[in-house]
């Protein structure tokens, strides 16, 4: 099993319409949990924290289940710059581990 | 947020000779840096952890001989590519994190093409 492991994708929506992306990890005893998105040929960038109270940065959500090892990215009213590939990051033991990455892309 | 540089961002480099790339920590200390590998269409694989002074750790699958690291500076870490083959052409991404940070930073990113 992977460490962490994300929906694959892609995800194809239009404009102004909501989307969740799901991610779990397999060591109890990570410490620390991000979103993080990538452009095309781009270095990673940190979208948001992830806390087990969640969180919210005006249109993205993120939550985090402990008990089920589980994170989440909702994203509302989407636009067309959101397109990019989101990738679910767990760090702990000295170690920060990547999912694969969900690729969504935001159509007019 | 902090400051990586990672130099060259780009490399076209023969079979066979090697290929260093440097990643730095600009406005804090690095005490643990970390170097990735992103096939096309594939997700940031690590490669090693270093922490400043000591010997990196390989993720299984890695070859320590032939990906050298080092990280003799609390602002530096390089990465040589040994021996070089096409196989080896990709992305590589290194990250640094403070003592206690939960946060990495990542350089620009470096597209290695052996030809």
């Known amino acids: 099993r992977k460490e962490v492991e994300q929906d694959p994708g892609p995800f194809n929506v239009p404009e102004g319409a909501t989307v969740a992306f799901n991610c779990t990890y397999s060591n109890s005893a990570s410490q620390s949990f991000f979103w993080y998105r990538q452009d095309c040929r781009k270095e990673p960038k940190l979208l948001m924290s992830?806390?087990?109270s969640g969180n919210e940065d005006g249109r993205f959500t993120a939550q985090l289940n402990r008990a089920s090892q589980y994170i989440s990215l909702l994203i509302r009213d989407s636009k067309l710059s959101d397109s990019a590939t989101y990738l679910c990051?767990?760090?702990?033991?000295?170690?920060?581990?990547f999912g694969a990455g969900t690729r969504l892309f935001v159509k007019a | 947020g902090a400051v990586v540089s990672q130099h060259p961002s780009r490399v076209i480099c023969k079979s066979g000779t090697s290929v260093k790339i440097e990643c730095r920590s600009l406005d804090f200390q690095a005490t643990t840096m970390f170097w990735y590998r992103q096939f096309p269409k594939q997700s940031l694989m690590l490669m090693a952890t270093s922490n400043e002074g000591s010997k990196a750790t390989y993720e299984q699958g890695v070859e320590k001989d032939k990906f050298l690291i080092n990280h003799a500076s609390l602002t530096l870490s390089t990465l040589t590519v040994t021996s070089a083959h096409p196989e080896d052409s990709s992305f590589y991404i290194c990250?640094?994190?403070?003592?206690?940070?939960?946060?990495?930073?990542f350089g620009q990113g470096t597209r290695l093409t052996v030809v």
């Open positions: 990250s640094a994190s403070a003592q206690g940070g939960t946060e990495a930073f």
């Open positions: 990051v767990v760090h702990g033991g000295f170690k920060t581990i």
């Open positions: 992830v806390y087990s």
